[in-house]
């Protein structure tokens, strides 16, 4: 018998409309011979179910179930695909835990921990090769931050919503004149605020995830912008940058990146696919952390999804491994 999957998305916040596309590819993929796919489309105060014809049926969140007709519809897991809050922040996964659910993707503090970018580097901060940004989290915007920015950091800066994905609210800085504003601009977006230093290198994202009981790390993909930084529009608007996958990396670095990678999946107790962004410095070549993504995008052109391909591995089956890694014993909640 196949097993019922909920595909959950939408979202609560300016990500959803990526998640919507990212679920979209990922219910037309996946393989329709093992499963049955209800799209759950979740926001505030809404969670329901859309038929295909345009119905639209609430979902009971006693025990996460729908009902079609006179049938009651229980799921066997989730596929999460609900980018930002409260797909990827831990609130779900909390639910689910406690409703007994699996899932595809991290588990309940790992994901509220990873949300979090300046607890995040301090957790990975002890692995060897690994490099972070001298930086500063702020939890208010007091006008002393300024002097405490220039005493402690050296420009140019990025300004950066510390919750919260797809660059939304980032800003570079390189005048100090430019600060208040940066600041301004990220915490319209969180009551926290990461404040870190330039780091001069090439930028690259790599995908890892757990199948069949290992860590499989994919091949990385190196992210030439036109723009200054990688921000939002250079991420979604067509023509803005260049993704190369494989990246350019010499043997050493693909080696050194494959020995690193598997160690923050690890330390972060990381479950499903999962996204490390990270920069080869120009001078040094060393490997600096920049931030992981515990529910990246599965668009058709999504890196995730450029990453499994360029491995020589199917999309489709790639989500198999994702949905049955959920139901191994090492995966239960």
């Given at each position: ?27 037309k993929t996946i393989d329709r011979d093992l499963y049955d796919v209800y799209k759950i489309l979740i926001y505030p105060g809404d969670w329901h179910f859309l ?123 390189k005048t100090l004149k430019e600060l208040p504003e940066a600041l301004e601009k990220a915490f319209a977006e969180d009551r926290q605020v990461l404040v870190e230093e330039f780091v001069s290198g090439r930028e690259f994202s790599i995908g890892c995830y757990k199948g069949k ?121």
């Open positions: 018998m196949k097993r019922k999957i909920a595909l959950v998305t939408g979202g609560y916040t300016g990500e959803s409309v990526i998640s919507l596309k990212s679920a979209a590819v990922v219910e038929s295909d014809s345009g119905e639209k049926t609430s979902v009971d969140l006693n025990d996460f179930s729908i009902r079609i007709g006179d049938d009651k519809i229980t799921f066997d897991g989730v596929f999460n695909i609900l980018h930002g809050s409260p797909g990827e922040d831990g609130k779900l996964a909390g639910y689910f835990e406690m409703i007994g659910i699996p899932y595809t993707t991290c588990d309940q503090l790992s994901s509220a921990i990873t949300m979090n970018k300046g607890y995040t580097k301090a957790i990975v901060d002890d692995i060897e090769e690994l490099h972070i940004a001298k930086s500063i989290q702020l939890f208010e915007n007091s006008t002393n931050n300024l002097k405490r920015l220039e005493d402690e950091l050296t420009l140019p800066l990025f300004i950066k919503p510390n919750n919260g994905g797809s660059s939304i609210g980032m800003s570079k800085v009981g290992e860590i499989n790390v994919l091949p990385a993909t190196e992210i030439v912008s036109s723009k200054e930084f990688f921000d939002f529009e250079s991420k979604y608007v067509p023509g803005l940058t260049e993704e190369i996958t494989p990246g350019r990396q010499n043997e050493e670095e693909v080696a050194r990146v494959n020995r690193i990678i598997p160690k923050i999946y690890e330390k972060l107790n990381c479950k499903g696919a999962i996204r490390v962004d990270y920069f080869l410095q120009n001078e040094t070549g060393e490997f600096y952390f920049i931030e992981v993504n515990t529910v990246p995008g599965q668009t058709e052109t999504s890196l995730i999804s450029q990453q499994v391909r360029a491995m020589g591995m199917n999309v489709r089956d790639f989500y198999t491994e994702l949905i049955e890694a959920m139901f191994a014993k090492d995966h239960s909640i």
